[in-house]
């Protein structure tokens, strides 16, 4: 019961002097990253149904890696202090690959990382994107949003790959392809969202070619110009997604479903705003149950008629 006071979020964790000095050993160290997997506040189903048994625990120690990383960028409402947090989780990545590890994701990671050979640099582009939100919240050139999407989604799409036991040249540009799709899909349904942590992802470019202000955008005015502009960036997502697709073709089976669930919900998304004629600023549009279920069943279908990889 005592362990079970420490399971802390990582806001609560970093606050909580005892947490902090402890010193976690592996198997306690596992069932903090095992229960931040399953019951933090944004969790999401991060071990698939299909997802083999022996990577579960992998996953879950990957995942937290990544919940770390966002809670300290997002949920400090700090910026000098996340900075802080975020170079100092930097320093216990780089410790870890050095072989010292005492904070429980890095006690449980390291051995992950050693089983599926896990690069560094993953980890610290992770880290870097969460550094960069804390001092950048406009982005001028699609060029450059597309830059800061190759740090904060691609690697994660590529550790997956490494957990599954893929590491070639193919594949990863195939998984990059879907996840900065992934990521630029999330930021145009989420338009509302980040105006509201002052953040706005929609290229100041691309608003101005279609004459569009980016006051426009902040006062949530919905005009033909900001609807052209969003037309503009959801075609260049959709081909990201239809690029990244063959990656399904060429990975093992479970796994595959998987990248086609996230691939198909994000295309989705995007139909969802073409329904809406492109205004993603008066509601945030969102996936029904009906949607989901439609996209669970066409994967699978394609899944049972599809031959081993």
């Known amino acids: 019961m005592a362990l079970r006071l420490h399971f802390l979020p990582p806001k609560q964790f970093v606050a909580d002097p005892e947490a902090m000095a402890r010193d976690w050993d592996m198997q306690e160290a ?7 997997a399953t019951s933090h506040y944004e969790n999401f189903h991060v071990v698939s149904f299909l997802l083999p048994k022996r990577l579960h625990q992998d996953f879950y120690n990957v995942y937290a890696f990544c919940r770390w990383a966002d809670d300290l960028g997002d949920e ?28 429980p994701v890095f ?17 610290l582009d992770l880290v870097s994107a969460f550094v960069r939100d804390q001092t950048v919240r406009r982005y001028r050139t699609l060029e450059e949003l597309l830059d800061y999407c190759k740090y904060s989604a691609n690697p994660v ?20 392809a879907t996840c900065t799709a992934l990521q630029l899909a999330n930021f145009w349904q989420d338009v509302t969202v980040d105006l509201k942590k002052g953040r706005l992802y929609i290229p100041e470019e691309v608003l101005g070619e279609h004459g569009c202000r980016t006051g426009d955008v902040e006062e949530r005015r919905i005009t033909p110009a900001f609807r052209a502009a969003m037309r503009e960036l959801v075609g260049v997502t959709r081909g990201l997604f239809l690029k990244g697709l063959p990656l399904t073709e060429i990975v093992d089976r479970r796994l ?3 990248l086609a669930l996230f691939s198909r919900g994000g295309l989705r998304i995007l139909e969802k705003i073409e329904e809406k004629d492109y205004d ?5 549009p969102e996936l029904t149950k009906t949607d989901r279920a439609m996209l669970l069943l066409t994967s699978l279908f394609r899944w049972i008629l599809k031959r081993p990889a």
């Open 30 to 36: 596992e069932a903090y990253t095992r229960w931040l």
């Open 76 to 103: 400090i409402h700090d910026p000098g202090e996340s900075l802080r947090l975020l170079y100092w989780w930097r320093g216990l990545v780089n410790r870890m690959f050095a072989g010292h590890a005492s904070h």
């Open 107 to 123: 006690v449980a990671l390291q051995q992950t990382a050693r089983k599926h050979s896990l690069p560094e640099e993953p980890f």
């Open 157 to 176: 799409g590529r550790l997956v790959l490494h957990l599954c036991g893929y590491s070639d040249a193919e594949r990863q540009w195939l998984s990059d």
């Open 256 to 258: 595959s479903l998987d």
């Open 280 to 284: 993603v600023l008066s509601a945030r």
